[in-house]
C-alpha cells in the first residue's frame, strides 16, 4: 500500500504540477505490484464494450475493456489531501466533497496485474479474458459467437475465478452490424462543460461540479439518433479511465447510451495528468488509434464525427476523413470561445476533405436542420 504521507504527496504534487505547470516527478511507488490470485480487496472496472461482426459468417466480436486494482482503503486522505490541494486554490468545494472523493478515487488506485476474468454476455458465448497487464489494464477482443435475437444492447456480467462470490460486476455489450450509421463524438467541451482551456476552471469541472451539458447538444444528439436510425453512438475522450465511472453516468443520464473510449493513464503519468491529457499531439495521435480500430470494427458503416475547437478535434476527424473518404460522413466542430478558432487553422486542417463535408458550429441549433441521413453537412 502507498503511505499516507506519498498519497498527500502524490495528490499535492499532481495539483501543484498541473497550475504552476512545473511537473515534479515523483518516485515509481511500487517495483513489483501485486499480481495472481484475486484478494477480497480487489476492485474491477469493466467498460462497456462494442461488439462487431467478424467477416461475413454470424459470429460477433467483442472489444473488452478492464481494470483490476486493489480497494484503496485511504481513499479518505487521499480526498482530503486533494481537498486541501484544490482548496489552496481558490477553488470553493462547498458541499461537492462527495464528487471530489467518487473522480479522484480511481487515480491513486493500486494496479492488480496477472488477474482473469470470465464474462458472460446475455444470449452470447460466455468467454473469459486475461491476464491485466503490469498496469491493471486490459484490452481483449474476443470471439463471443453468433448471439440469439437482434439486441443492440446486452448485460456483461463478469465474475473472477476464485473471487469473493458476491462481487460480481457489469458492464454494458454495444453490439452494432456493420452496415448503417455510427455517430462518434468527443466529450470534454463537446458535450459536457469542461473549461479545458482554463486549467483552474477544468480543475474544477473535473473533480469538483456536477457534470453540465453544453446548452443545444442532448437536443441535437437526440435528433440525430431518430433521423440516423438508432446509429451506434461511440464517445471517444482524451479523458483517462479514472474518470470512466462519473463520465459515463453523466452521457447514460445525458446523451444517447454508447462505449466510452478513455485514454490508458498510469500512476507514473498522474503527476503529469493535465499535460499529458492536455497534450495535442499525444492526444492527437491517441484519437486517431482509437478511431482507426473503430473504422476496422465497423468498415461499412459511414461515421458522423463530432468534436469541438478547444484540441486538436479538427485535425484529427479530417485526418481519418483523408484516409477514408467513404466511412466519414459528416465532420461537426463546436467552436468555443477562446480557442483558436482562425479561419487559416480549418482551412490547412481540413485540406483535402471536401468542404461539404464539415462544418463549424456555435450554437447547436446550426446542425439541427441540416438533412445529415442524406449526407448534407453544411
Ligand atoms: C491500454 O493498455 C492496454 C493494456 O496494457 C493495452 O492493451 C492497450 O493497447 C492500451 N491502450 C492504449 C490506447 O494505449
Not at 95 to 110: D, G, H, M, P
Not at 138 to 159: F, P, Y
Not at 279 to 292: C, S
Not at 297 to 318: L, M, N, R, W
Request: charged letters at 20%; hydrophobic letters at 40%; a negative charge.
Amino acid at each position: 500500500m502507498y503511505s499516507q504521507h506519498l498519497l498527500q504527496v502524490a495528490a499535492i504534487t499532481a495539483i501543484s504540477s498541473f497550475v504552476f505547470a512545473n511537473p515534479v516527478p515523483l518516485r515509481e511507488p511500487i517495483d513489483n505490484l501485486p499480481r495472481g490470485l484475486p484478494l477480497v480487496t480487489d476492485e474491477i472496472l469493466l467498460l462497456d464494450a462494442p461488439a462487431f461482426k467478424s467477416g461475413e459468417g454470424d459470429e460477433w466480436i467483442a472489444s473488452f475493456r478492464m481494470f483490476t486494482h486493489i480497494r484503496q482503503i485511504d481513499s479518505e486522505i487521499v480526498s482530503s489531501a486533494l481537498t486541501t490541494a484544490i482548496e489552496a486554490l481558490g477553488i470553493e468545494i462547498g458541499n461537492k466533497a462527495s464528487n471530489v472523493l467518487e473522480r479522484s478515487k480511481l487515480f491513486f488506485a493500486i494496479p492488480r496485474s496477472g488477474i482473469e476474468a470470465d464474462l458472460d454476455v446475455v444470449g452470447c458465448l460466455s468467454t473469459s479474458v486475461g491476464e491485466t497487464s503490469k498496469t491493471g489494464l486490459l484490452e481483449q477482443s474476443v470471439g463471443i459467437g453468433a448471439c440469439v435475437g437482434s439486441l443492440k444492447q446486452r448485460t456483461i456480467s463478469g465474475s473472477v475465478p476464485g473471487f469473493f462470490k458476491g462481487r460480481s460486476f457489469e458492464a454494458l455489450l454495444f453490439q452494432s452490424i456493420p452496415t448503417g450509421f455510427g455517430v462518434i463524438s468527443d466529450v470534454d467541451d463537446t458535450i459536457k462543460v469542461s473549461h479545458v482551456l482554463d486549467k483552474k476552471k477544468n480543475l474544477q469541472a473535473v473533480f469538483v461540479d456536477d457534470h453540465q451539458a453544453v446548452n443545444g447538444m442532448p437536443e441535437l444528439y437526440s435528433k440525430l439518433d431518430v433521423e440516423l436510425g438508432n446509429p451506434a453512438w461511440f464517445y471517444l475522450t482524451g479523458s483517462p479511465y479514472q474518470l470512466y465511472p462519473s463520465l459515463r453516468k453523466f452521457i447514460f443520464d445525458t446523451y444517447p447510451k454508447g462505449p466510452m473510449i478513455t485514454k490508458n493513464l498510469t500512476f507514473t503519468d498522474f503527476t503529469n495528468m493535465f499535460k499529458y491529457v492536455a497534450d495535442d499531439e499525444i492526444l492527437g495521435n491517441y484519437k486517431i488509434t482509437q478511431l482507426e480500430k473503430l473504422r476496422s470494427f465497423y468498415p461499412e458503416k459511414k461515421f458522423i464525427t463530432i468534436g469541438d475547437s478547444t484540441q486538436a478535434d479538427p485535425e484529427v476527424y479530417a485526418e481519418i476523413a483523408r484516409r477514408y473518404p467513404d466511412s466519414i460522413q459528416c465532420i461537426f466542430i463546436r467552436k468555443v470561445d477562446d480557442a483558436d478558432n482562425r479561419e487559416e487553422r480549418f482551412i490547412t486542417a481540413f485540406q483535402g476533405v471536401p468542404q461539404s463535408k464539415w462544418k463549424l458550429f456555435t450554437e447547436p441549433s446550426e446542425v439541427m436542420g441540416l438533412d445529415v441521413a442524406s449526407g448534407q453537412c453544411s
